[in-house]
């Protein structure tokens, strides 16, 4: 029945033979053994044995051959796992140190990939130190000229503050003042631009750090990669560094691909360089616009010098004639405020009747009875007190009229006065303060920058 042989031919157990029925016995339904002879009665000593639940002899032998040939089967199975085992053993070892040969090799190769890219990333890293480094240097002449306007701008700051205290007419916006405040404008645009072009510098900069920074981070982190490659490599098994780490052999969701790897260096220095193109643009951009604002601040400055000589000689004509017209005004003053006087008396003048007739009418509001008549002296009273109401009025009217005018020719006077020292103020400011402060204006190469 059993087909399986062991490695060492041992042949299998044999099935016993099937056993005849024995005498006084027969097989019931359930092909077990029964005794049918007189076995007395049910109790006592003469039925043992003969019970139904007792094994018979077909199923002892049955069961020793199921242990006879179970035994036959489990040493056939083991010697074939021994067997197995063995190859198993040695194919396993000649495929691991194969396969550990392979990745030594590719650990090489590996190795000669990141050696080529940490070139590449420090020749690319350089070159953006010494372009970096130039542009530096174009940023402090950009703050070079930044500060030497300053010096423009305060001449020119100081010019029209210095003309602001002229008032009224004298503050006249003339050839000079418009001059002025185009040269303040000019310095202006100039010192936007140059700031402008300061934030563009600076931003280049930032953005050639960054790229640096990214390319020496790459670089770094081929550094650090070539130290663990070369280590791997070198790692043996006889190696007393080496360890279980469960899980290491799985591929993590964040590691790149050999294409990916060589283009993320190769995007890196592909932007260095764009950046190393742009910062050198902006250099030659800086020196053209140096070059164009301290020509057009020169320039500027020569016409404001111009406009001062003509104004001086205006104001001086200017001066003389106001002179001649505050001697009219303060004549006119003294007789207006004679007219004042006289308008003043008149009116006290009139203080002495309004009290006659107001008492009159007082008087006559004490008539008793029928008396109390409004006859034709009540009208009459009456009319005389809003007779000299009326005389007042108009004397305080003119007497108004008149403090007004003595008031604009009092405040003419002072304007002219005060028109007058300003005239020999601005004089004073446009020709010996303003012009000789502008011979402080700083030179063109101070203007670019050089100095």
Request: glycine share 4%.
């Amino acid at each position: 029945m059993a087909s399986a042989t062991l490695q060492s031919r041992e042949i299998p157990p044999e099935r016993p033979a099937p056993m005849a029925e024995t005498s006084g016995g027969s097989r019931n339904e359930n092909m077990e053994i029964t005794y049918t002879g007189n076995t007395g009665n049910d109790m006592g000593i003469s039925t043992m044995g003969y019970r139904s639940s007792k094994y018979n002899p077909p199923e002892w032998h049955e069961n020793n051959y199921s242990k006879y040939y179970q035994s036959f089967v489990d040493r056939d199975n083991g010697e074939r796992i021994r067997h197995e085992s063995k190859r198993t053993i040695n194919e396993a070892e000649a495929t691991t140190n194969k396969t550990q040969a392979e990745v030594t090799k590719k650990l090489g190769e590996r190795i000669q990939d990141i050696n080529f890219w940490k070139f590449e990333l420090e020749r690319e890293i350089r070159d953006v130190i010494d372009e970096t480094d130039l542009l530096l240097a174009q940023k402090k002449r950009l703050e070079n000229g930044l500060r030497a306007t300053e010096i423009p701008l305060h001449i020119a700051t100081d010019n029209l503050n210095c003309r602001q205290r002229r008032e009224n007419i004298d503050l006249v916006q003339d050839d000079v003042e418009l001059s002025l405040l185009k040269e303040v404008e000019i310095i202006n645009n100039v010192q936007d631009l140059l700031k402008k072009t300061i934030d563009q510098a600076e931003k280049q900069i930032k953005l050639n750090r960054d790229a640096k920074q990214n390319l020496e981070m790459d670089w770094s982190d081929k550094k650090e990669a070539l130290e663990i490659d070369t280590a791997s490599g070198a790692l043996k098994n006889q190696h007393t560094n080496k360890q279980f780490y469960p899980g290491a052999a799985k591929f993590q969701e964040i590691q790149s691909t050999p294409e990916s790897w060589a283009q993320f260096s190769h995007d890196n220095i592909v932007r260095g360089e764009h950046e190393r193109m742009a910062s050198m643009q902006l250099r030659q951009l800086i020196d053209n616009i140096l070059e164009d604002t301290s020509r057009d601040m020169r320039e500027q400055c020569d016409s404001v010098d111009v406009a001062f000589q003509k104004r001086v000689v205006e104001m001086e004509d200017a001066k003389a004639k106001m002179e001649e017209n505050l001697k009219k005004v303060c004549e006119e003053i003294t007789q207006m405020e004679k007219n004042i006087s006289s308008l003043k008396q008149a009116i006290r003048d009139k203080e002495n009747p309004m009290k006659v007739s107001q008492t009159r009418l007082e008087n006559r509001t004490f008539r008793p009875g029928v008396e109390l008549c409004r006859d034709p002296v009540q009208y009459k009273l009456v009319g005389e007190v809003n007779e000299i109401h009326s005389s007042i009025d108009a004397l305080t009217d003119k007497l108004n009229q008149a403090n007004n005018s003595l008031k604009d020719l009092q405040d003419n006077r002072m304007g002219l006065e005060k028109e007058i020292s300003i005239k020999k103020n601005s004089l004073f400011i446009d020709r010996d303060k303003c012009m000789t402060v502008r011979t402080r204006y700083p030179t063109s190469l101070k203007l670019q920058g050089y100095q």
